[in-house]
């Protein structure tokens, strides 16, 4: 009965007790591991170096746990950025034994392997703004340049909507996945062409870009190709994919920027893969009066 009051819910005994049990075990100390952590304060210090702290790590220990711990305990200016903890704001990626990771998605022990050292260096192909933490403002004026919202020139509706925008299932699977994109900078990193163009407007920019193209609601295609189709645009791509492989939520942008070259030779021939969406009347109930 809705009157009668909701009864707490108890895990049995020998659940809670398994459930413990499995706890401790994740938690509980199994191995030694050395971290070799790049330190470098561009404001300060000549030149960078290395520092290593030893940790004993457990299971469940993420490496941001242990930076974390380091930071509290052993090196208190050591700088690292971090936020949700939970692999969906993309601020602790770095370099993890060489590959581009997120530090709270990256278990210690997984990280080291067989061996017994794990080393931490910020992202390549970002300026260093404090030891793991990498300047992120180029990459961010990039991310702005490609328009990365909605465009329309019905601009009353824009301003004042009457209602959503219709768009069907299969028109938002179109550029679904290009919207799990956490701005983490990994895809960036991992570019060869990045490394040699710094103009490059990078992996991240581009996908977004066709996310935006493509997406019914919006009419900015003409308004996007001019930044795109460039010298620094998606032409500049080679397709080493390197920025798939290491994007940790299976963004795929090396797909994306594919996907753009092609929209940008058939719009050379008058294709535009949509006409702009219609908004949905609004549907307002009056209230019954009793």
Avoid at 1 to 15: C, F, N, R
Wanted: hydrophobic fraction near 35%.
């Amino acid at each position: 009965m809705a009157s009668e009051e909701a009864k707490e819910y108890v895990l049995p005994p020998e659940v809670l007790e398994e459930t413990m049990r499995a706890s401790e075990e994740l938690w509980k100390p199994v191995r030694k591991i050395k971290f070799r952590i790049y330190k470098y304060n561009p404001k300060k210090d000549y030149a960078p170096h290395w520092e290593e702290h030893e940790l004993e790590v457990s299971r469940g220990m993420t490496v941001l746990d242990a930076l974390l711990i380091i930071k509290g305990e052993m090196d208190h200016s050591l700088g690292v950025r971090y936020s949700c903890r939970m692999g969906l704001c993309g601020s602790c990626a770095m370099m993890i034994n060489g590959k581009q990771m997120l530090a709270c998605q990256t278990r210690v022990l997984e990280a080291a392997g067989n061996g017994d050292v794990v080393e931490l260096r910020p992202l390549d192909n970002f300026p260093v703004e404090r030891d793991l933490a990498a300047d992120f403002t180029s990459f961010f004026e990039k991310h702005k340049s490609v328009k990365p919202w909605i465009i329309r020139n019905d601009d009353i509706e824009l301003n004042n909507p009457t209602g959503p925008y219709k768009q069907t299932v299969d028109e938002y699977a179109r550029y679904y996945q290009f919207t799990d994109c956490i701005k983490c900078g990994a895809c960036l990193s991992a570019c060869p062409t990045a490394a040699t163009d710094y103009e490059y407007l990078g992996p991240q920019a581009l996908a977004q870009a066709y996310r935006y193209m493509v997406d019914t609601r919006d009419d900015g295609l003409d308004v996007r190709i001019p930044i795109v189709d460039t010298e620094h645009g998606c032409w500049r791509c080679h397709f080493a994919a390197s920025c798939s492989d290491v994007c940790p939520r299976g963004v795929d942008p090396a797909q994306g920027i594919q996907l753009l070259k092609r929209l940008l030779i058939k719009r050379k021939f008058g294709y535009k893969p949509h006409k702009p969406a219609e908004a949905l009347p609004a549907k307002v109930k009056a209230e019954k009066k009793e």
